[in-house]
């Protein structure tokens, strides 16, 4: 493990402080390794919320038609919370303790292809923009999970597409932005 963040060093240490209270004091201990959950309600702070509250604000116009993005070539992958809810209770009811499962979808989906998702579900035509302000330093290029072990032990498998996620995102966003 090395990971390329603060954020990433307190997940290794959580996880391996669960590991311990397993191994030294025999608590149940199921870790997961959570990659990008997204769905419905969540803030803006994904890019799939960003880009789906421009759009939201663009067709009410209270923003140009113009999308705003980062770097588009990085491939994520995302897991619907209403899936990761429902694994959760699987690792919960079948997970034999002291073991890691990566929470995933096990698929990655480019950034960009993502935001023409957006576009296909917007109401007016838009242009897209590369903001600097919105690149990182650093930018893992493919973040794909292995989901295999959780499958195995709980049979679990995510039902929710992106397009799915994409479509609940921006109807969540238009309905926000009308209710402000």
């Known amino acids: 493990m090395r990971p390329a963040s603060p954020y990433g060093i307190s997940k290794v240490g959580q996880e391996l402080l669960g590991l311990q209270y397993f191994d030294s004091y025999g608590v149940h201990t199921v870790v997961t390794r959570s990659f990008n959950h997204v769905g ?36 994520r ?35 960009g292809d993502i935001l023409d998702m957006v576009v296909a579900h917007g109401r007016v035509p838009v242009t897209i923009e590369v903001d600097p302000s919105r690149l990182r330093p650093v930018d893992e290029p493919i973040l794909r999970g292995d989901n295999s072990r959780l499958v195995a032990v709980t049979g679990w498998q995510p039902q929710i597409s992106m397009e799915q996620i994409v479509a609940e995102s921006l109807d969540y966003w238009r309905q926000r932005i009308r209710d402000e």
């Open 77 to 111: 992958d995302y897991t619907h919370v209403d899936d990761v809810a429902r694994a959760l209770w699987a690792l919960i009811q079948r997970a034999p303790g002291g073991t890691v499962y990566n929470m995933c979808s096990g698929r990655a989906v480019r950034i």
């Open 40 to 75: 419905p309600r969540q803030g803006d702070r994904t890019a799939i919320q960003t880009f789906c509250r421009q759009m939201a604000l663009i067709e009410v116009g209270r923003q140009a038609p113009l999308i705003q993005v980062g770097n588009l070539e990085p491939q």
